[in-house]
Structure formats: C-alpha cells, structure tokens
C-alpha cells in the first residue's frame, strides 16, 4: 500500500518532476548518463548558432528544432533553463560573400541575422535566454587570447594568435580521436606559423579588405572557437550543463572550445554533457550551403505547416542521421491534423476556447468511468516520460502523443458520463504533451469568428422556420426560447424572420 502510495506520489504532479531521471548520451563520456543539473531545478545549456551569410535551412531547423524539444521537456519537467544561442556576425565566409555582393560584412550579417531570427521563430522555437553575436564580445576575446598567451598556452606569429593543442594533453578526448590521427585526417594546409598543425588561431591578423579591430598584436579580428567560450561562459558560468550542436561540431570546433576552456579555467570547467544532433543530410550528402543543396526553411514554410515540420524532425532521434523526404514531410501534415482534431473535440465539449483550463478545475467527486479514464491518462504520461527520460527519444513520445490524441477521441465518442473536471484534465495533460513537441499552438478558431456567428444564427433562424412550416410548433418555440436565453429576441414578420440583440 505504501509503495503504491509512493508511487501514486511520484508520478503525479509536482512531486514527480525531480525524481525522474533523465539519461542523455554525451558525447565527451559516449556513453548515456544520468543527468544532474549544477544547480537544483535548474539548466544551463548553450548551442552553437549559425553563421550568418545565407538562409536558414532545414539542416539547420533540425538542428534547433531538436534542441528546443529538449528545452522544452526540462520545462515540462519543472526546471528553469537559461537557453543561449549565439550568433556568429564575423567569419570567413561572411566576408567573402560580403566582397562578391559588393556589401558590407555587417549589412550581411544583419540581413541574414534577421531572416534566421524570423525563421526559427516561424518554427516555434522558443525564444533563447539571449543571442549573443561574437562583435559584442571582442574585448573580452582579447582579453582571453592575452590570457591564454600568459599562461604558455598561445603563441602571437606575424599580429595572429594561435593555440598550441601540445598543452593539453587529452586534446582530442572530445571527439575520441588520438592527435596522430587528427594531424593525418586534418585536411590543413600546412602553415609555417603554427607549431603543429592542428594549432588553430584565435586572433587572426588583419588582411586587405577585411573588417578589423585593435589588439595587442595589431589589427585583426577573432577566431571561430574562442567566441564560443566567451559567450558561454559570460552568460552560464565557467562550468555550465549542456553544450549543444550539429554532429559537424564536435570537431574541431567543440574540441578547440573544450581546450580553450580547460586552459584558462581549469580542468573541470565548461560543459558538463555535449549533446549532438545527427546531421540532415539530401540524397545521403549533408545539407550545406557550401554544397548549394540546401532547402531555406522559408521556402518549406510556404507549402508545409511549422508544425508539421516540427513533427517531421521529432519523428527521429536526435542523434540519428535524417535523409530529408519530402513525402515523409507530408505525412505529418496528416498527424498534425490528427492532434488538432483531438484538441477541438475536447473544446467542442468544454463548450469553449479554454485559455484558462487550470483555473476552470473543480474540485469534483469523480465516479468510476473518470478514475478508470485519468488512470490512463498517468499511464500515457508515465511512458512519454520514460521516453523521453531515454536520450530524449521523440519518435516513442510522438506515438505516445498520438496515441493520446485518439484515445481522447475515442473517450468523447464513448463515454456517456463523463465529468467537466475529467475533460478539463485531459486537456491540460494533452497541452502539456504537445507543447513539448511545440505543437498546437494555433488554438484559436482558424475562421472569423463574427462573420461565422452571423452565419450560423442565419442557420439556426433558417432551420427554426422549416419546423414553423411543418407545423413542429413546440421545436420552434424552443429553439426561439433558447435563442432568448442567448440573448437573441426573434421577431417573425411577414416576410422575414428579424432578431435583435436583448440590450438590457
Ligand atoms: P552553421 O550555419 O554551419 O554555422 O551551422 C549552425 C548550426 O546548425 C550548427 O550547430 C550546425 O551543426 C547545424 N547544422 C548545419 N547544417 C546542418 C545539417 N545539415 N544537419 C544538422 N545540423 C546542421
Ligand atoms: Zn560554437
């Protein structure tokens, strides 16, 4: 009786969110791991951000989609997640396609900063905490480079700064890679600057036709791999929860941060899981702007709903490799369309648009059919949890998602006795599901609501006036008793049926 009091306790509510274990693969163990957040109740996680010089695609919607899903189940789960995502505004490439457009590096930054910006918030990705942009940050990654050559980790040749990856002697731990086999497989052209090939810059000294800025070693602008530690750590602290990104990230890229990090912070410091999406590849090659295959986020919104597309990506683990399919895209149309139908039968029965559920509950003696219905209810929440406890598994908690989006149908359609209290949970559960996969968020009617009320009145006055002429007196009357109780004074006059609204 206990154990199952115990376990009524935990699975219910509040008391359950942080007992549940989540186990995350990361990427620096490769291994799952039980997560355990720094502080109590809360995350603290950081993603790479894009490269501003082109449209966002869906190789990058993957990519953030699948991050928010698991923001937004630590938030299902009670934690406060401080969520940041950076914006790179100066790098190699911007430049380049700033010089062929014959434009500024920072009218294309903020051009493409804007269009990414609107883009994943088309998705339904929440907002981040804050997105940094690395020309904000210039001081202090100057100060971190001075830093690093002070400590013997960094080296100035010619006005750039490289790190010397001798220093730390698990470099390469990341991505399980030995340095030998790094210096093989880098395809690096060899620079008579750097100590050892995989020596990357920090600073790089200024050229013609680049953007600079002051530094102790001359002019010039930042590396890739050290804004992300400065942004990360400005806003998370030295040692923070997660660090996320695309599978391409994880070498050189988060490798050259873990380094960064560990020389000025110490051992310990920085992200304690790194978590990576699979990539999005077409026809089996990465998308990527480089390779001209991509599809602009943009141009599917045109033909596919947000929300489809969200059920598209959460349909495989985050982790796996995902071949775009435009067909398989399409199917979660139909899906989509199944979850709102679940949604809209539940406020056809409620009576109405519920923004307010919680506070409609009531506390309300609950018969058989009810307990029987809200003990499935737990069971369905149980499993989604365990799910997506599971590294995040969304294909398992999306059939889950489904399964209860019929089983709410099915419910309506065959239960007789059900109470307001049951209905109005089954909602607010179902809500809460679908909100971790960022769904549903289109709850108001998809029509004019005062044209469609004008309409339907025209109905009802229309139908009402079918029963005066077969004589159906008593229907009619009712129907026009109703109307009055609505507030609707009907007036039948020789030609017409009038109604006015009852003023007082
Ligand atoms: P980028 O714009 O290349 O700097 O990438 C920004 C983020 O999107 C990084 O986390 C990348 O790993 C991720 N990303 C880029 N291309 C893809 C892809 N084809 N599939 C999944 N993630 C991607
Ligand atoms: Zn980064």
């Known amino acids: 009786m206990l154990i199952l009091y115990l376990l009524t306790y935990l699975y219910q509510g509040d008391g359950?969110?942080?007992?549940?274990?989540?186990?995350?693969?990361?990427?620096?163990?490769?291994?799952?791991?039980?997560?355990?957040?720094?502080?109590?109740?809360?995350?603290?996680?950081?993603?790479?951000?894009?490269?501003?010089?082109?449209?966002?695609?869906?190789?990058?919607?993957?990519?953030?989609?699948?991050?928010?899903?698991?923001?937004r189940y630590f938030e299902y789960l009670g934690y406060k997640v401080t969520f940041i995502l950076n914006i790179t505004d100066i790098d190699d490439k911007i430049i380049r396609r700033a010089n062929e457009e014959g434009k500024s590096w920072k009218e294309i930054s903020e051009y493409y900063t804007e269009r990414f910006l609107e883009d994943i918030r088309a998705l339904y990705i929440k907002e981040a905490s804050h997105y940094p942009k690395v020309t904000e940050f210039i001081n202090e990654i100057v100060n971190l480079t001075s830093l690093l050559i002070e400590k013997g980790y960094a080296y100035e040749v010619n006005g750039s700064v490289y790190f010397n990856v001798d220093k730390i002697p698990d470099y390469g731990s990341l991505s399980g890679q030995r340095i030998e086999d790094l210096i093989a497989g880098a395809r690096?052209?060899?620079?008579?600057?750097?100590?050892?090939?995989?020596?990357?810059?920090?600073?790089?000294a200024w050229k013609p036709r680049e953007p600079w800025w002051s530094s102790p070693w001359g002019p010039g602008r930042p590396g890739w791999h050290i804004e992300c530690v400065v942004m990360a750590t400005k806003y998370l602290g030295e040692v923070f929860d997660i660090h996320g990104g695309g599978q391409d990230l994880v070498f050189p890229h988060h490798e050259n941060e873990l380094a960064i990090a560990k020389a000025c912070f110490g051992k310990e410091s920085?992200?304690?899981?790194?978590?990576?999406?699979?990539?999005?590849?077409?026809?089996g090659e990465k998308m990527s702007k480089s390779l001209h295959n991509i599809i602009p986020v943009r141009d599917l919104l045109k033909k596919y709903r947000a929300e489809a597309i969200r059920l598209y990506i959460a349909s495989s683990h985050y982790r796996s490799q995902l071949d775009f399919s435009i067909d398989a895209l399409a199917q979660y149309e139909v899906t989509l369309d199944t979850l709102y139908?679940?949604?809209?039968?539940?406020?056809?029965?409620?009576?109405?648009?519920?923004?307010?559920?919680?506070?409609?509950?009531?506390?309300?003696?609950?018969?058989?059919?009810?307990?029987?219905?809200?003990?499935n209810v737990n069971v369905l929440k149980n499993s989604f949890i365990d799910a997506m406890n599971n590294d995040f598994s969304t294909p398992k908690a999306l059939s889950i998602l489904l399964k209860f989006a019929r089983y709410i149908t099915s419910v309506l359609?065959?239960?007789?006795?059900?109470?307001?209290?049951?209905?109005?949970?089954?909602?607010?559960?179902?809500?809460k599901m679908a909100e971790v996969f960022g769904v549903l968020n289109e709850r108001k009617p998809p029509v004019d609501v005062e044209k469609l009320f004008y309409e339907l009145l025209s109905l009802v006055i229309e139908l009402r006036n079918y029963f005066r002429k077969q004589k159906m007196w008593s229907i009619a009357d009712n129907i026009r008793d109703k109307l009055g109780a609505l507030g609707i004074l009907i007036n039948d006059t020789k030609y017409r049926t009038l109604w006015r609204w009852r003023r007082k």
């Open 188 to 204: 690096v052209a060899v620079d008579p600057n750097k100590k050892n090939p995989l020596d990357f810059a920090l600073w790089k």
């Open 341 to 375: 139908a679940a949604h809209d039968y539940l406020v056809s029965v409620i009576g109405k648009n519920v923004s307010n559920a919680e506070e409609l509950l009531e506390r309300e003696e609950v018969g058989k059919v009810d307990k029987e219905v809200l003990e």
């Open 413 to 431: 359609s065959e239960y007789e006795e059900l109470s307001r209290t049951t209905i109005l949970k089954l909602y607010i559960e179902y809500l």
């Open 270 to 283: 920085f992200a304690r899981y790194w978590l990576h999406t699979g990539l999005l590849t077409i026809k």
């Open 16 to 71: 359950y969110l942080y007992r549940s274990k989540i186990y995350l693969y990361n990427t620096a163990s490769k291994r799952l791991e039980e997560f355990i957040p720094r502080v109590k109740n809360e995350v603290k996680m950081y993603v790479c951000g894009p490269t501003v010089y082109d449209e966002t695609h869906i190789g990058h919607a993957r990519t953030y989609i699948a991050f928010d899903i698991i923001r």
